[in-house]
Every structure is written in structure tokens, then in C-alpha cells.
């Protein structure tokens, strides 16, 4: 039962969270977010691409073996308590990424192009971390790997955070350093990662 709940809410977040959202995005500002999915094989790019959403595939394929009873969850974290907390984990998440995205407005990205010239981002849920969207994402999909709860749904996951963490430290925010220079300097030195506090930048303008 978990199982197809896990795998509701996983068909619901990436459904809204990109075709949709990525559709309301073209129709606003013009831009198609969903070209950004499309990498060069090969490139740091594609592979971090690939770690990103190998991860997501991997916690749905999970959900999936525990709807089918062919995985089993962990006996430690097999607990209507837990899956309860999965289930707020995952809604707060979303809630937050589509906070994020809605801050982030014309200037929402899924890539890295240098030949794009876009604002520095400090509202909203920026004010508190530098990205917001991939916290509320990586929030997501640990509450549906806490009511999944076995053992692939949480490699995935694994695989799904190092992914982001790639993406931020070696293509977004040398993109923004490039970009806006001692703006976004000051803005990481002050402002955590993915966590208020944690995960500042030494300064380097």
C-alpha cells in the first residue's frame, strides 16, 4: 500500500514539477526549461545529468518493487511513523521547489548556458540558501524513500544528492561567479548551500 502511495506522489512531483511547470514556464516567459535535459554525451554535463536522474529513476523502480512485494523495506524504517513523516517530507519539499521556482520566474534554468545572461536571485527562499529548488527536490524525494524504505530507494537517493551537489559546485556556480562576479560572491559567503548557515563560500572576488 506504501508502495503506490510512494509511487502517487512520485508520478505527481515530476509530472507537475517539470512537464507542467516547464509548460507554464514556456507559455510566460518564452524560454523551453525542458531543453536544458538535453546534454552532450560525454561531457560533465551528460554525467551529471545521468547520476541526477539514475537517482530518481531508482527511488521510482522502488516504489515500484514495494508495491509488488518484491523488495521489502527495511525492518528499521518499516513504521506508519516513518512513512508519515515521508509523506510530509515529500509535500514540504514540493511545496518548497515550486516556492523556489516561482522566485526564480524568467530566470529558471535546468542548465548551465554562458551565453545567457540572467539575474542574481536573493528573495524569497533564496534569502535563506542558494538553492532552494534542488533542496525542496532532494526533501522530496527523501520522503518518498522513507515510505519506500528499502535498500534501492536509498542508494538512489544517494545518487540523486551527489548529483545535485556536482551540479551546483562545478556548473552553476561558477557559471554565477563568471556571471555576476562580487555579487554572487558576497551573496554565497553569507547564505548556505543547500541548508541556512551551512555550506558558505570562502571569498574568492
Known amino acids: ?11 505527481v512531483f515530476l509530472v507537475v514539477g517539470l ?5 507554464q514556464h514556456h507559455r510566460r516567459y518564452g524560454y523551453n526549461v525542458l531543453s536544458g535535459l538535453k546534454r552532450q554525451p560525454g561531457t560533465k554535463e551528460w554525467f551529471i545529468g545521468k547520476c541526477i536522474g539514475t537517482g530518481a529513476f531508482a527511488i521510482a523502480v522502488a516504489a515500484v518493487l514495494d508495491a509488488t512485494g518484491t523488495l521489502a523495506p527495511m525492518p528499521t524504517l518499516d513504521s506508519t511513523a516513518v512513512d508519515a513523516a515521508g509523506v510530509v517530507m515529500a509535500l514540504a519539499g514540493f511545496a518548497t521547489a ?9 530566470t529558471w534554468r535546468v542548465s548551465v548556458d554562458f551565453s545567457e545572461q540572467v539575474r542574481l536571485v536573493t528573495t524569497g527562499p533564496f534569502a535563506l540558501i542558494r538553492n532552494p529548488v534542488y533542496t525542496g527536490l532532494i526533501v522530496t524525494m ?5 515510505v519506500v524504505a528499502n535498500v534501492l530507494s536509498i542508494l538512489g537517493w544517494i545518487a540523486l544528492v551527489a548529483g545535485l551537489e ?14 555576476h562576479g562580487k555579487d554572487f560572491d558576497d551573496y554565497a559567503a553569507r547564505v ?9 563560500r570562502m571569498h574568492t572576488v
Open 98 to 106: 515550486q516556492w523556489a521556482v516561482t522566485e526564480m520566474a524568467e
Open 1 to 11: 500500500m506504501v508502495g503506490l502511495l510512494a509511487l502517487a506522489l512520485m508520478t
Open 19 to 23: 512537464p507542467v511547470r516547464g509548460w
Open 142 to 146: 527523501l520522503g518518498i524513500t522513507l
Open 192 to 200: 548556505g548551500r543547500f541548508v541556512p548557515g551551512v555550506g558558505k
Open 166 to 179: 556536482l551540479q551546483v559546485r562545478l556548473l552553476e556556480e561558477p557559471y554565477l561567479l563568471w556571471l
